[in-house]
């Protein structure tokens, strides 16, 4: 049994709410025991300065260190900032004063010992790919899948810690029998950040990444970051007119695609709620204990 | 060793023509040396940039193998692979001819934005660690490889880019500067900081550790603190800004309907932008007409908001005074 403070992050509570539960769902299946935090704030999505996301984010920090517990976050972007400012916490001298001047007035003390981990890093692991492999009851063999890590699941290297996280989209995609389909911009941006600030180049950079998984042949595209999924499934049709060109290609989220495998109800798991519909993708699935 | 050279002469960088020559190179020759030894000895018509040779000047710049690398700075024994170095242009750049760039266009005449010396302010000496986030920013050689690998630049060759941004970042840092605040308005124009999508490419790529990504970062900071407001120049990234900052500070938490409404204009422009996704996702349970609401905490959150804005108005008169 593995424990965590669990940080489901702004957009899995809105507009992401397929993410939410396909991930409590897995993370039962895998016996991840959950204490979800709810008196924390937005990680700041690199958005808020870190004069304010620092503080903030400390206060998270602080939470899941009097908990005893590591914090998991299901949003890469949360992964990152909140990862980005744990690493600048974790300068003592940095943190005394994030304590003094803003924790310490509602009693809390961040001592620097809290660990951040996205789902992703925690089931290959805590739970371990073995673990994963063995709970497999409908493999997604034949099914050719995208990894797309974006910007924060990679870099910094000092945020990130150890190399091997690069790679492991791809690893528990082989794990649950799936191909993987490789493009050249799987850990570049997928547009979001500026989506509402210069919609050209963000649905440019939509239209690149889904093109070109589409064109080497992917059957759907696997994003741990809700962000992604808002831009690549929700802006997708506006990106594919913008490049003149067809695309349609299922986003999936981490735990959906493991839910699948684990034979879970592409229903159950949100697969219904994407605008870019997964009917086809669906209709290519398995039936639960072929070839398992 | 022997080594096969090959050198994009025609075609696209997706389908190169190359030229292909064979050397017998000591591995620990530098790739530029044995490129500058293959025009020597085998052909001196092939084309490509280089000055310094010692990782100074930035100049040689190419794609080896299909990574973007600091020629002088990288081994032939290291970056071969199967006894083969394929050198094709760096992307950004329009190609004069074989592998050289026209380096203005695309990096210079960006950087030159940004270039303006130091404006003295009657600052005193300087400590040394005062000076020492301005000095790690003046190690930039402008080798051009944080653009390479820009995210935004990949889709739009006019943003400024990592490379002209750091630029900015050595003078904007500088103590001894005395025009701070116009600068970091200049680099709030569209195409400019704001418009970085802070995915860390450029921080990855960085051949010397400078992390570019950090100092767009940090200089966005700085316009903040120095009364520039958010996107000063583009306001739509001004709207978002300020919108989810104020989304975090009442609610303590992102209230999306309302940041994406703002971003896009407000509420009849941005109804009508996102209303036929947002029908969708309503008819697909995706969203929801729910109302947001306060996240327990949002009391607390709030605080830290006040006293950052405290600090940030004290900086600004201690800045005016």
Redesign the interface.
């Known amino acids: 049994m593995t424990r965590f403070a669990f940080y489901p992050g702004?957009?899995s509570?809105?507009?992401?709410?397929?993410l939410y539960e396909s991930f409590v769902r897995v993370a039962a299946e895998f016996g991840m025991e959950l204490e979800e935090l709810?008196?924390?704030?937005?990680s700041?999505?690199?958005?808020?300065?870190?004069?304010?996301s620092d503080?903030?984010n400390a206060?998270t920090l602080a939470k899941a260190e009097a908990m005893g517990l590591p914090l998991l976050t299901i949003c890469s972007t949360c992964q990152?900032v909140i990862g980005g400012s744990a690493l600048r916490l974790s300068d003592p001298a940095h943190r005394e004063r994030v304590n003094r001047?803003?924790l310490a007035?509602?009693g809390l003390e961040y001592a620097g010992t809290t660990d951040v981990k996205h789902f992703l890093w925690a089931m290959v692991e805590d739970v371990g790919l073995d673990v994963v492999r063995g709970k497999v009851k409908r493999p997604l063999a034949g099914l050719g899948f995208s990894p797309f890590y974006?910007?924060?699941l990679r870099?910094?290297?000092d945020v990130i810690q150890r190399p091997e996280r690069k790679t492991y989209l791809e690893q528990v995609t082989e794990a649950l029998g799936g191909t993987n389909v490789d493009i050249a911009?799987k850990?570049?941006?997928c547009?979001f950040?500026?989506l509402?600030?210069?919609e050209?180049?963000s649905l440019?950079?939509t239209a690149?990444h889904t093109g070109e998984a589409v064109d080497k042949g992917a059957d759907a595209m696997v994003v741990p970051c809700p962000l992604c999924h808002l831009e690549m499934d929700?802006?997708q049709?506006?990106a594919a007119k913008a490049a003149g060109r067809k695309i349609d290609l299922p986003i999936l989220h981490v735990p959906q695609v493991v839910g699948l495998a684990l034979g879970m109800d592409p229903k159950e798991l949100g697969l219904?709620?994407?605008?870019v519909s997964t009917k086809k993708f669906v209709a290519q699935l398995q039936p639960v204990g072929a070839g398992a | 060793m022997q080594i096969t050279f090959k050198f994009q002469r025609e075609g696209t960088r997706a389908k190169p023509v190359y030229s292909e020559y064979e050397m017998d190179v000591d591995p620990e020759t530098s790739v530029f040396d044995a490129l500058v030894g293959v025009r020597e000895t085998q052909d001196g018509s092939l084309a490509f940039r280089g000055n310094c040779s010692v990782g100074f000047c930035g100049d040689c710049t190419l794609s080896v193998n299909g990574a973007q690398k600091a020629t002088c700075l990288e081994t032939v024994g290291k970056t071969q692979k199967d006894g083969v170095i394929a050198v094709q242009p760096i992307r950004y750049a329009p190609v004069e001819k074989d592998v050289m760039h026209d380096v203005r266009k695309f990096l210079w005449d960006k950087v030159n934005v940004f270039a303006r010396g130091v404006v003295p302010n009657g600052h005193g000496p300087v400590a040394d660690e005062e000076l020492r986030p301005v000095r790690k920013a003046m190690r930039c050689t402008t080798c051009g490889l944080c653009d390479e690998g820009c995210?935004?630049i990949?889709?739009?060759l006019n943003?400024h880019g990592p490379a002209a941004l750091t630029k900015l970042y050595r003078f904007a840092f500088d103590p001894r500067d005395g025009v701070t605040a116009e600068r970091l308005r200049e680099g709030s124009e569209?195409n400019g900081i704001?418009?970085c999508?802070?995915?860390?490419?450029a921080?990855?790529h960085c051949p010397f550790g400078l992390?570019p990504?950090?100092l767009i970062?940090e200089t966005?900071?700085r316009a903040?603190?120095h009364g520039v407001k958010s996107?000063y120049g583009?306001k739509?990234?001004q709207?978002?800004?300020d919108s989810?900052?104020q989304?975090?500070e009442k609610s303590?938490?992102?209230d999306?309907r309302a940041v994406?409404l703002a971003?896009?204009g407000g509420l009849v422009r941005g109804g009508i932008r996102m209303l036929p996704?947002g029908l969708?996702?309503l008819r697909?349970?995706?969203?929801?007409l729910k109302p947001h609401h306060k996240?327990?905490?949002?009391r607390?959150?709030r605080?830290?908001?006040e006293?950052?804005h405290r600090?940030?108005e004290a900086l600004r008169k201690e800045k005016q005074a």
């Not at chain 1, 509570?13 to 397929?18: I, L, N, S, Y």
């Open positions: 702004c957009v509570k809105g507009f992401c709410p397929e709810e008196d924390v704030g937005c700041g999505a690199g958005v808020l300065p870190a004069e304010l503080p903030i206060r990152g001047e803003h007035e509602e974006g910007c924060y870099r910094p290297i911009g850990g570049k941006c547009g950040p500026t509402t600030i210069n050209e180049n440019a950079m690149k929700g802006e049709r506006d219904s709620r994407h605008l | 995210t935004v990949d889709v739009n943003f569209v704001w418009d999508v802070h995915c860390w490419e921080t990855e992390e990504t950090h970062m966005r900071d903040v603190a996107g583009n739509s990234a709207r978002h800004y989810f900052e989304s975090v303590g938490w992102l999306e994406a971003s896009y996704a969708r996702a697909k349970g995706k969203a929801s996240r327990p905490g949002a607390e959150i605080k830290i908001f006293r950052y600090s940030t």
